[in-house]
């Protein structure tokens, strides 16, 4: 089987070089891209379970205060439980909706982020998994449908059922650095 490849620019980026750093400051900007983030992009939709990630974030929120939430992607079919979720929100000052994200602009998103989480229900490939963990993004996603293949055990792969699981995940991400180098 031939699987779909993903474009070369899907690569780690040297942010801090000053070649890049007119195009960090745009994004950021444009974006309006907190400092530190946890970072989820695709479709705003039921199946991509981005819910979770804000039940998720808000578990977490006070232990890691200088982590936000960034929900990357354009509104997609019942899209305004998750607007609304994100506005109830305790922490919903840190919790950032960008829209449509620009092709160009995509390996920079990732590359800035701290944590990638794609917690999907169900994915036919899952290509922004695939392009985060091309960026050297530690990224947490589900292991069902495609995932798991997709990941070949280079992510830490969670039950999208299961809230706890993905608290469980980012937190290990957070707080212990050796395994987070081991996903990068």
Same mark, same amino acid.
């Given at each position: 089987? +031939?699987?779909?490849? +993903?474009?070369?620019?899907?690569?780690?980026?040297?942010?801090?070089?000053?070649?890049?750093?007119?195009?960090? %400051? *745009?994004?950021?900007?444009?974006?309006? =891209?907190? %400092?530190?983030?946890?970072?989820?992009?695709? !479709?705003?939709?039921?199946?991509?379970?981005?819910?979770?990630?804000?039940?998720?974030?808000?578990?977490? &929120?006070?232990?890691?205060? %200088?982590?936000?939430?960034?929900?990357? /992607?354009?509104?997609?079919?019942? @899209? %305004?439980? +998750?607007?609304?979720? &994100?506005?109830?929100?305790?922490? /919903?000052?840190? +919790?950032?909706? $960008?829209?449509?994200?620009?092709?160009?602009?995509?390996?920079?998103?990732?590359?800035?982020?701290?944590? #990638?989480?794609?917690?999907?229900?169900?994915? /036919? #490939?899952?290509?922004?998994?695939?392009? &985060?963990?091309? @960026?050297?993004?530690? !990224?947490? !996603?589900?292991?069902?449908?495609?995932?798991?293949?997709? $990941? *070949? /055990?280079? &992510?830490? !792969?969670?039950?999208?059922?299961?809230?706890?699981? =993905?608290?469980?995940?980012?937190? *290990?991400?957070?707080?212990?650095?050796? =395994?987070?180098?081991?996903?990068?």
């Amino acid at each position: 089987m +031939i699987y779909p490849g +993903i474009s070369e620019v899907y690569r780690p980026l040297d942010l801090t070089s000053r070649e890049l750093s007119p195009s960090v %400051e *745009q994004i950021r900007s444009k974006y309006q =891209l907190p %400092e530190n983030y946890l970072l989820y992009l695709g !479709t705003l939709e039921p199946r991509k379970n981005v819910g979770m990630v804000i039940e998720a974030f808000e578990a977490v &929120a006070a232990k890691y205060p %200088e982590l936000d939430l960034v929900i990357a /992607g354009k509104k997609g079919w019942l @899209c %305004e439980e +998750i607007l609304a979720m &994100a506005a109830q929100s305790p922490f /919903g000052k840190r +919790i950032h909706f $960008t829209g449509f994200v620009d092709e160009a602009d995509k390996v920079y998103l990732y590359n800035l982020a701290k944590i #990638f989480v794609y917690p999907s229900f169900y994915e /036919g #490939f899952g290509f922004p998994v695939l392009e &985060a963990m091309s @960026c050297g993004v530690p !990224t947490i !996603t589900s292991h069902v449908s495609s995932l798991p293949e997709v $990941t *070949q /055990g280079n &992510a830490l !792969t969670i039950s999208p059922y299961n809230y706890h699981e =993905l608290v469980w995940a980012i937190d *290990q991400l957070m707080s212990d650095e050796q =395994l987070y180098q081991e996903f990068v």
